[in-house]
């Protein structure tokens, strides 16, 4: 079956712009994640959807970070303002169950100039 | 608060050769612990999970990893390794508290011929 899937697969974009990066979790998983991963890095966890409420957004670094899941399915992560350090791969995870493994998208690749 | 460290950044074996790799964790309550292979410009693959029940866990392509409460680890082996298991692995370690995965800094796994 389908798994996770991330778009774009790679993103550019110059200081200062607005990016919006988009999820679509396997279907029927309650239970969404993201994930920032830097060179050389293990991923660092950012925002928890359980169905449409942001269960746990602690993993945030500042409000230039936002994300929704308005309809409980497909989820996009915001930012606004990039900066250089905000170059990273983008990871989104779903699971079944809160308890349950997650299952990893490819990636975004978001590249700030 | 939950941390995980991986022992060794690189490690490079000959291929049929014997490969371990080292997870030491953090946890305050009862943990959840995976192991990931991560491909080039792949996202995450669960290779294997422990929640609760056998401290000997099996996992895909013929990895294992065994619980140690005592010792707080969760070492990842495999008796044999073949050349299409050069990747990334990074353990991680989650609870039923804190949904999200706290992973290590990964393990570049390199099998020679």
């Known amino acids: 079956g389908a798994g996770v899937s991330q778009t774009p697969s790679n993103k550019v974009t110059e200081k200062g712009k607005y990016v919006e990066l988009r999820c679509d979790p396997i279907?029927?998983?309650?239970?969404l994640y993201w994930y920032r991963q830097s060179l050389g890095q293990g991923p660092e966890f950012l925002i928890y959807?359980?169905?449409?409420?942001?269960?746990?957004d602690s993993g945030l670094p500042n409000d230039r970070f936002f994300a929704v899941r308005p309809e409980g399915s497909v989820s996009t992560l915001k930012i606004q303002r990039t900066e250089r350090g905000d170059s990273a791969v983008y990871l989104c995870a779903s699971s079944l169950q809160r308890d349950q493994p997650q299952h990893f998208g490819d990636g975004t690749r978001l590249s700030i100039l | 608060a939950q941390s995980v460290t991986q022992l060794g950044s690189h490690v490079s074996v000959s291929e049929g050769a014997l490969v371990l790799l080292r997870c030491n964790y953090s946890s305050s309550v009862p943990p959840y612990l995976f192991w990931y292979v991560q491909y080039p410009n792949q996202g995450l693959q669960l290779l294997l999970k422990?929640?609760?029940?056998?401290?000997l866990v099996k996992g895909i392509n013929g990895f294992e990893a065994e619980f140690n409460k005592s010792q707080t680890s969760f070492h990842l082996r495999k008796p044999s390794v073949h050349i299409s298991d050069t990747a990334e692995y990074f353990c991680?370690?989650?609870?039923?508290?804190?949904?999200?995965?706290?992973f290590g800094s990964g393990t570049r796994l390199q099998v020679q011929p």
């Open positions: 422990y929640t609760t029940g056998a401290t």
């Open positions: 279907s029927g998983h309650t239970a």
């Open positions: 959807f359980q169905g449409t409420g942001a269960a746990d």
């Open positions: 991680a370690v989650g609870d039923t508290v804190r949904r999200a995965l706290t």
